[in-house]
């Protein structure tokens, strides 16, 4: 079954960048798409960004449009997310998640911390 690692995290002040990375290390499933997820102290879950199978579409929220980018390398079975130009509002957990089920992210990774500093 497909299983996710997510790695990249850490502190950076605000105006940085950082890069996550989404490894898929246990595959047996068809992946319809990926996504990336964070979750700040006391709020839901939010999506971010999310890319197909083929890459060749993806998808921002309107709070890191022109910001983060996502991509995927399907050779690697892996998922990228860049991320320039943060902000301390973008300090969260941040999760990658898959969709095994067309529609339904369904695998989730463990969660990688992002903390922005001002």
């Known amino acids: 079954q497909v299983q996710l690692v997510e790695s990249g995290g850490g502190l950076v002040q605000a105006g940085g960048s950082l890069a996550l990375s989404c490894a898929d290390s246990g595959r047996t499933s068809k992946i319809y798409a990926m996504g990336w997820f964070r979750q700040a102290p006391g709020k839901g879950r939010e999506i971010v960004a999310a890319i197909n199978w083929r890459g060749d579409n993806t998808y921002y929220s309107d709070s890191v449009k022109g910001r983060f980018t996502i991509s995927r390398d399907n050779f690697k079975n892996t998922v990228y997310l860049q991320m320039d130009g943060l902000k301390p509002e973008d300090t969260a957990v941040y999760y990658c998640?898959?969709?095994?089920?067309?529609?339904?992210?369904?695998?989730w990774g463990q969660g990688t911390q992002v903390t922005v500093s001002s």
């Open positions: 998640a898959a969709q095994t089920s067309l529609g339904v992210y369904d695998v």
